[in-house]
């Protein structure tokens, strides 16, 4: 373990790396729930099938090996790792993607205006580029899509969200809103893929009703029901204006006026990923090899400057774990040149909104508490119900003892996992939890009201 996260914190031996016992160690600390509670003697059946597949070493080695070698570089400008997605073959790296640039979204993108300064104020820029935006405190905590292709719902969503709480206080809660409306109701197959601006678009001809992600839980699966009039409202009192979204003209420069303007803020983004981004850990992440097409969603969320390298502040949709808490800084032009690393400012925009909150929505996760028990699946219930059906007593959702789980409050950030409270994270008939008995796993919850 100390072998694994030192190479964890990117000290790598100079040389005798055995990949053999990295691998080993990685997959015990990224797929076997029992290892951070130090109970590793026995592997779950993902960690055991993952050691023996030959594909998943070679995958392993590969990717460890560009870590080492990147980390060894000169004048290094960003930090790479070994994380969960290390362990995985490009096939199923691919899957935590999902952006689909089709020619008809292209011929549309052309066909809209673009948001150009007409004049550029160089005193102006040269202050704007000097200076820090971070609109990260107007968001909710980093989410994560999981297997499903359906970034392009989570850049849509947080480009929303903060239109939706750039009035609220800083230190107050803020709105959620629910990918997996996007995934449901505007389409088919929406872990296939698709293009942020199709959830602006369904959203402004249906009546412009949003669920919070407290209340239409993330699911990360095609082919469900689209369910979003089961629902309180999670975007009360502001409505989409016009369908599709802004497209701010394709240079760093306009991205940073828009970025700085705070009635914008937040831009959902289009990127190509390319060597090295899935192992980016710190610093200000660069590569000269995004050549190709763009195939995943992102969200500008400010910009400033480290160790004298400017950088555009990006939420991703990876989870906390991934990156630098879930964000990562890609380097930006400065003087007016364009660098528009890896296409990040090619296809910049932001949705159609207008209103102010009128106080009867159910956007953040006090105001879901409110319509608790909302449907009959209990998903909604935030209460302090403990115990089980059968009076046992509900283990905490953080522990691994006695049951070692997968349905932890990081796993499941938007589902109320709060010490050991009866919850529905994963639509169960109602609320459950495990229990504090090694005899009975788990179990359905006492009512709760």
């Not at 000169?74 to 290390?86: G, H, P, Q, R, Y």
């Not at 995943?296 to 990876?318: D, E, F, M, Q």
């Given at each position: 373990m100390i072998f694994l996260l030192t190479l964890l914190g990117?000290?790598?031996?100079?040389?005798?790396?055995?990949?053999?016992?990295?691998?080993?160690?990685?997959?015990?600390?990224?797929?076997?729930?029992?290892?951070?509670?130090?109970?590793?003697?026995q592997l779950t059946s993902t960690a055991s099938n993952l050691l023996r597949d030959t594909a998943h070493y070679k995958a392993f080695k590969k990717n460890a090996v560009f870590v080492e070698k990147h980390n060894r570089e000169?004048?290094?400008?960003?930090?790479?790792?070994?994380?969960?997605?290390?362990l995985e073959t490009d096939e199923e790296f691919s899957r935590h993607l999902g952006l689909n640039m089709t020619?008809?979204?292209?011929?549309?993108?052309?066909?809209?205006?673009?948001?150009?300064?007409?004049?550029?104020?160089i005193t102006l820029r040269e202050e704007l580029e000097a200076g820090e935006v971070d609109y990260r405190s107007y968001l909710p905590p980093i989410k994560n899509q999981g297997g499903c292709g359906s970034c392009w719902t989570f850049g849509a969503m947080a480009a929303l969200e903060y239109q939706i709480n750039k009035d609220r206080p800083v230190d107050g809660e803020m709105v959620a809103l629910s990918e997996e409306q996007c995934v449901d109701c505007t389409g088919s197959n929406g872990c296939g893929g698709g293009w942020p601006t199709a959830c602006y678009t369904w959203g402004h001809y249906h009546y412009s009703h949003w669920a919070s992600s407290y209340n239409y839980l993330y699911e990360g699966r095609s082919g469900l029901k689209c369910r979003y009039d089961d629902y309180k409202d999670g975007m009360s009192g502001f409505k989409f204006t016009k369908p599709s979204g802004q497209y701010v003209a394709k240079s760093d420069e306009d991205v940073l006026y828009a970025v700085a303007d705070n009635r914008i803020g937040v831009l959902s983004c289009a990127i190509q990923v390319a060597d090295g981004f899935g192992s980016y850990s710190s610093g200000v992440y660069s590569s000269e090899n995004c050549n190709g097409g763009v195939?995943?969603?992102?969200?500008?969320?400010?910009?400033?400057?480290?160790?004298?390298?400017?950088?555009?502040?990006?939420?991703?949709?990876?989870g906390r774990g991934w990156g630098d808490g879930g964000y990562i800084n890609m380097e930006r032009g400065v003087n007016g040149n364009n660098l528009n690393m890896c296409h990040l400012t090619q296809y910049a925009h932001y949705p159609y909104i207008e209103g102010s909150d009128d106080g009867q929505g159910s956007g953040t996760e006090s105001e879901a508490m409110r319509f608790e028990c909302g449907d009959g699946g209990q998903v909604e219930y935030r209460g302090e119900v403990n115990?089980?059906?059968?009076?046992?007593?509900?283990?905490?959702?953080?522990?691994?003892?006695?049951h070692s789980h997968s349905r932890?409050?990081?796993?499941?950030?938007?589902?109320?996992?709060?010490?050991?409270f009866c919850r529905n994270p994963d639509g169960e008939s109602s609320a459950w939890c495990y229990t504090t008995e090694s005899s009975k796993r788990w179990e359905l919850s006492r009512t709760v009201l």
């Open positions: 990117c000290c790598w031996l100079a040389q005798g790396v055995s990949y053999r016992k990295l691998y080993k160690d990685a997959v015990i600390h990224f797929k076997d729930p029992d290892f951070e509670a130090g109970k590793s003697g000169d004048n290094l400008k960003w930090v790479a790792t070994i994380n969960e997605f290390s020619r008809e979204i292209d011929e549309e993108i052309q066909l809209l205006q673009r948001k150009k300064r007409s004049t550029v104020d195939n995943h969603a992102v969200n500008i969320v400010g910009y400033g400057t480290l160790n004298g390298v400017p950088y555009w502040k990006v939420r991703n949709s990876w115990q089980t059906v059968s009076g046992r007593t509900c283990q905490k959702w953080s522990s691994q003892d006695p932890t409050p990081e796993g499941y950030p938007y589902s109320g996992l709060e010490k050991n």
